[in-house]
């Protein structure tokens, strides 16, 4: 079935410091994926929807000059957070759409997260 | 403001037991609605969806119902496993030029010896 891989799958870094995320569609063909947000026991916030080859589109309250997302291609997005704080630390994950845009079914399949823990 | 809300937050039973998880929402104009399986640390993998049309979808040990005039669904598990301890989040989708999901809190599912 289709796969999501999403690297690394935790990562430690010191404040200020930037951390890049990656997200990549195995098996398929991803013309949309999604970042997420989300702190213990609570759900997944929506951050951002990032389009193949055109600028991502960040929800209310999501800086997008500090979580940068780049989807270069039609299998990979990465996000990168940049000048990373201790209250930046959360689960990341992402999410890519099979098949067309246009399609309201289409399957999401998802990424297994990152945690990242900023000191 | 389109919500989804789930119930109970928490459960536990026994292994061996059935049970079933709750998901009323207020999304409109609804698409779909999808149920998720997650487990702790990892992302959340598909166990359903269906559109308005379907009442009633089955995986395995996992049956999930939709009545969609009463903007409700549920989540039946049957003859509950260990390895069914995890977070079910139901997600419903609204049709606003484009396609955006709106998640609930989900419940944390415990399955005991």
């Known amino acids: 079935g289709a796969v999501v891989s999403q690297h690394p799958s935790w990562v430690i870094c010191k404040s200020g410091t930037s951390v890049k995320i990656e997200c990549r569609s195995l098996?398929?063909?991803?013309?949309?994926m999604f970042w997420y947000r989300q702190f213990p026991k609570q759900s997944l916030m929506l951050m951002a929807t990032s389009n193949e080859g055109s600028k991502a589109t960040y929800e209310q309250g999501v800086e997008k000059d500090k979580f940068l997302i780049n989807h270069a291609s039609l299998t990979l997005s990465t996000l990168t957070v940049t000048s990373a704080h201790p209250e930046d630390s959360s689960f990341y994950i992402c999410?890519?759409?099979?098949?067309?845009?246009?399609?309201?079914?289409?399957?999401?399949?998802f990424g297994n997260g990152t945690r990242l823990t900023v000191t | 403001k389109n919500q989804v809300e789930q119930s109970p937050q928490s459960l536990i039973i026994l292994e061996g037991k059935n049970c079933t998880l709750q998901?009323?929402?207020?999304?409109?104009?609804?698409?779909?609605l999808r149920w998720y399986k997650q487990d702790t640390g990892r992302g959340p993998v598909s166990l359903t969806i269906m559109t308005f049309s379907e009442n009633t979808k089955s995986n395995g040990r996992y049956t999930a119902t939709l009545d969609a005039d009463t903007k409700q669904s549920s989540l039946h598990i049957t003859a509950s496993q260990l390895s069914d301890s995890a977070s079910y989040i139901c997600?419903?989708?609204?049709?606003?030029?484009?396609?955006?999901?709106?998640f609930g809190t989900g419940t944390q599912l415990k399955v005991e010896l």
């Open positions: 098996d398929f063909q991803a013309t949309t």
């Open positions: 999410s890519a759409r099979d098949g067309p845009q246009s399609s309201y079914n289409s399957p999401l399949h």
């Open positions: 998901c009323n929402y207020t999304v409109s104009p609804f698409s779909n």
């Open positions: 997600v419903v989708s609204v049709w606003e030029g484009g396609n955006k999901l709106t």
